[in-house]
């Protein structure tokens, strides 16, 4: 057991501070409209804004669900504008799975706990320290920012990003590039401690599948029950072993593990690679085919009642133009009996690994851990550059941080037991100050 005395603030730098307040406002998103509204830490990263001279406003896209949005000013207005953009909200978490309460902040071991302490109230409190650096030396970053703290993107955005884009898309006026989550952070693979920096994500196709039959009590003869054949919908689409298609980014990065582990990829398969990272893998598998994963069941209301209704929730993630032949084939897996709804879609991202940002990230990352190879890669889930996508804006993931290789990070999104190291803040604040200073 690790030592759980809490260390005093002056001890802390300010970045597990800030992370740590955050974490301690319970901003859980439920999906389907259900959260605990991010009010609270909106109104406080608000004040850390107002406070550096900016002037932030708050958006209030329905009741609770507040997003923030300030605009620096930078030294070269001829430069395109920045986005560096956050989320406020949390997914659930049980506390009875957990060693340490989620909404603790708790600071053992080194290590800062509590849920959203890797996704990502820690690149939250990055963004705030950051600009405390930058501005609060009587500097400017190189070029305009619209710094943004978005409500729901656990539930794909809808009351958060995608409902600033869509009605206040003058807040990204001028913007071409944005930065936000899952990238940036360090991998060991093999000995070699390596950056893995996102350059696109998959598709996310959320859909509920709806099985109906007969109402009865629950000692009839039923061959028409709907919990079974929802069973065996459910089934099936889980246990789909969907195909491997490399795609560039995918392909690039592979060929980089490869050549890193010293394996031969004309002998060893994409799979085999991804497994022989290691932890990384974690990560890298899931980008490598399409993943269809049941996530809720939901059906009857007592033990001798047979239901006429079941649902099941399913969280599909697609290669980039891989949906419409997708949904196609989980349509002919479960059969005409099952009713498949979309519940929510959003679009796919890939961009090249060249241009003047993502050279800039790599310098960067050179600068303070030299000699690390920073890799691309596609993210498996998703992120709120998805809606910013929309006005033409291309988005990365760059939450930088220098992570020790015993440490599963992509075990701690959405995880048990969520941590981040409290040298790996201090570390992401001073890259990601460098990178606002001279990109």
Avoid: C
């Amino acid at each position: 057991m690790g030592m759980t005395t809490e260390p005093a603030d002056d001890s802390l730098d300010e970045t597990a501070i800030i992370a740590r307040d955050l974490i301690r406002m319970d901003t859980t998103n439920y999906g389907e409209g259900k959260s605990n509204g991010e009010v609270e830490a909106a109104e406080y990263l608000s004040a850390k804004l107002t406070a550096m001279g900016l002037e932030p406003e708050m958006f209030e896209s329905a009741k609770g669900r507040v997003s923030v949005v300030a605009r620096v000013e930078g030294a070269d207005p001829a430069k395109p504008a920045l986005v560096v953009h956050g989320h406020t909200d949390v997914v659930p978490a049980q506390p009875d799975n957990w060693s340490v309460d989620p909404f603790g902040g708790v600071i053992k071991d080194g290590l800062l706990w509590g849920r959203g302490a890797v996704d990502m109230k820690n690149m939250d409190a990055m963004i705030v320290t950051a600009l405390q650096d930058i501005l609060g030396s009587g500097r400017q970053p190189a070029r305009d920012l619209v710094i943004a703290f978005f409500a729901d993107e656990e539930a794909g955005g809808v009351y958060g990003a995608h409902y600033l884009v869509d009605r206040h898309p003058e807040l990204f006026a001028g913007a071409t590039e944005a930065i936000s989550e899952v990238g940036g952070y360090s991998v060991t693979l093999g000995n070699q401690r390596s950056y893995l920096l996102q350059t696109g994500e998959k598709t996310l196709l959320w859909i509920k599948l709806v099985a109906r039959g007969v109402a009865a009590h629950g000692s009839r003869y039923i061959q028409d029950n709907a919990v079974t054949k929802l069973a065996e919908a459910v089934a099936k689409i889980g246990r789909r072993e969907w195909p491997i298609r490399l795609t560039e980014t995918t392909t690039a990065l592979l060929a980089e593990v490869a050549r890193i582990l010293g394996k031969d990829p004309e002998k060893v398969g994409p799979d085999e690679l991804a497994i022989a990272t290691g932890t990384a893998a974690g990560f890298i598998r899931a980008t490598l085919r399409t993943t269809s994963n049941p996530t809720l069941l939901s059906a009857g209301y007592k033990h001798n009642v047979i239901p006429d209704t079941a649902e099941a929730l399913i969280d599909i993630r697609t290669l980039p133009g891989e949906e419409d032949a997708v949904l196609a084939e989980v349509a002919d897996l479960v059969g005409p009996d099952i009713e498949v709804v979309v519940v929510h879609r959003d679009v796919g991202l890939e961009t090249s690994f060249d241009g003047p940002l993502i050279e800039a990230m790599i310098a960067t990352l050179n600068e303070h851990d030299p000699g690390a190879p920073v890799l691309p890669y596609l993210l498996s889930g998703g992120t709120d550059n998805k809606a910013l996508s929309k006005l033409g804006i291309t988005g990365y993931g760059f939450a930088p941080l220098k992570l020790p290789a015993e440490l599963d990070f992509p075990a701690m999104f959405h995880g048990v037991d969520e941590r981040v190291p409290l040298d790996a803040l201090v570390f992401g604040r001073r890259v990601l100050t460098d990178l606002l200073l001279n990109y």
